[in-house]
């Protein structure tokens, strides 16, 4: 038989994302998606999941929290001793993957999906049943995906409203920063350019500098400036006030 270093059931936006991430750690993948098309499209072995399942290492959960049991009575029988669940589902935790699927072999992953560019960020926690070498295995499939964090399971919610849920709050903060300069005369391509470039430098200066965000704010506010003029703006709109609520907004339904 031959065995599958990663099989992915699910090739959707998230599960896709990985995927693609993963074939860059090793070609040695079966897919499945009820849409075949697109599974086919990720140039990997069509399997179904019963099959996919039996012959692969690591089996990634691609799918929607409320598919999960349905996919845990499919392929439950077909676990192998080897066989590594991981699973991306948001708000089911370990106890409950071991008991649907049969196996306390479970990873229990939180990606985001700029892991398709290999600057994601994927929270995760382990069941009892991985050994070191499992764990250290999981971790190289997913070295080209960005960085991989354990994180204790009783966190990994609100690790996930920040890191998970996050990129949709950026793009909505590049989007209005694009908006404003178009507004101003730019042209659209050159305001998403220079908004998408801002933020990935303000990213990495944050991340290498290890300032406080406020100082390094602070350094970009000249007194009586045009910065603490806009800074002003965005305080008056209780910005800081409505990022952080969406973010608890998130971990609440998280938890439910």
């Known amino acids: 038989m031959n065995l599958f270093d990663a099989g992915f059931i699910g ?4 599960g896709g994302a990985l995927l693609d991430a993963v074939k860059k750690s090793t070609g040695n993948i079966a897919v499945y998606d009820t849409d075949e098309n697109k599974a086919k499209s990720k140039n990997a ?3 179904p999941p019963d099959r996919l399942a039996s012959s692969s290492h690591f089996v990634f959960l691609g799918v929607k929290p409320d598919v999960v049991k349905a996919v845990a009575d499919k392929i439950a029988s077909s676990i ?5 669940i991981v699973s991306m589902a948001a708000g089911i935790d370990t106890k409950t993957l071991s008991e649907l699927f049969g196996t306390k072999k479970i990873v229990r992953i939180m990606p985001n999906t700029p892991v398709a560019v290999g600057e994601g960020l994927t929270l995760y926690c382990t069941a009892s049943g991985i050994t070191d070498d499992e764990e250290e295995a999981f971790i190289d499939l997913m070295k080209y995906s960005g960085k991989t964090v354990k994180l204790d399971e009783s966190k990994i919610d609100a690790g996930m409203a920040v890191s998970g849920c996050g990129p949709a709050y950026a793009y909505m903060f590049l989007e209005a920063l694009a908006d404003g300069a178009v507004k101003c005369g730019l042209t659209r391509d050159k305001a998403m350019l220079f908004a998408s470039q801002t933020l990935l430098g303000s990213a990495k200066m944050l991340i290498e500098s290890g300032k406080h965000p406020g100082l390094l ?19 008056n709109g209780a910005f800081r006030g ?3 609520n969406a973010v608890i907004a998130a971990y609440n339904k998280l938890k439910k």
Do not use: H, R
């Open 242 to 244: 409505t990022v952080s």
């Open 11 to 14: 090739a959707g936006n998230m």
């Open 217 to 235: 704010k602070d350094e970009v506010c000249s007194p009586g400036g045009t910065t603490i003029e806009g800074v002003l703006a965005l305080e």
């Open 45 to 47: 072995e069509f399997l």
């Open 80 to 84: 192998k001793g080897f066989t590594v």
